[in-house]
């Protein structure tokens, strides 16, 4: 297998990349119906969803935009500091627009519920969220996205896109980081 130096940093692997590039094609197949007939504004949230958005836009039948937006990190650490920054807009303008964004996880919701918020702003026709990954267990649940790829649970993921100090995101799985990594 691949990337063998970054594997010793896993504690396990959540879920494969035979297993993810099936839940893509689903989704796909779900929103290719979903804006049958519109041309939906897909807006990748760097760098984290970077790798599932490509992979999902691939898999949509249909005309998109695509743009990206980036918010400011956690940095270094495990934890939401709960402070959530655009240091990136998108380009494209959203008035009379349906608007998809795209997220890696969904940990407080509190990044998704701003971003949906300030996207609002902007006269869209409709702005949905996708989450590759939701940690239901912790947040409410008025706050789960509209499309979630795969439940989480409640430990620190990374690869297909996800990371940990920016390392692991070349993994071509999801897995469990070992505690002794981030301790
Ligand atoms: P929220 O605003 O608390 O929902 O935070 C979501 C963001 O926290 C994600 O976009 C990730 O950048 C980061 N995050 C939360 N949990 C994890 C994890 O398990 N692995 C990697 N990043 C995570
Ligand atoms: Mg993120």
């Known amino acids: 297998m691949r990337i063998t130096t970054k594997e010793n940093d896993i504690e396990s692997i959540l879920y494969s990349e035979k297993q993810i590039a099936a839940m893509v094609e689903t989704l796909g197949e779900t929103l290719t119906r979903d804006y049958a007939g519109s041309r939906p504004v897909m807006v990748c949230v760097l760098k984290g969803a970077s790798i599932f958005f490509t992979d999902l836009c ?22 939401s500091s709960g402070v959530v920054k655009l240091t990136k807009d998108i380009d494209v303008d959203i008035t009379g627009r349906d608007v998809v964004i795209v997220d890696d996880i969904i940990d407080s919701g509190l990044t998704l519920k701003h971003l949906k918020a300030l996207f609002s702003t902007r006269g869209p026709r409709s702005v949905k969220t996708i989450a590759l990954l939701d940690k239901k267990a912790r ?45």
């Open 58 to 79: 691939r898999e949509m039948d249909c005309n998109i935009d695509m743009d990206f937006i980036t918010v400011s990190s956690y940095g270094a650490s495990s934890k």
């Open 139 to 183: 947040h409410e649940p008025d706050l789960t996205p509209d499309y979630v790829g795969f439940q989480c649970p409640d430990h620190f993921v990374v690869g297909y896109g996800l990371d940990y100090a920016n390392n692991y995101r070349n993994l071509p799985y999801i897995g469990i980081l070992k505690d002794e990594v981030y301790r």
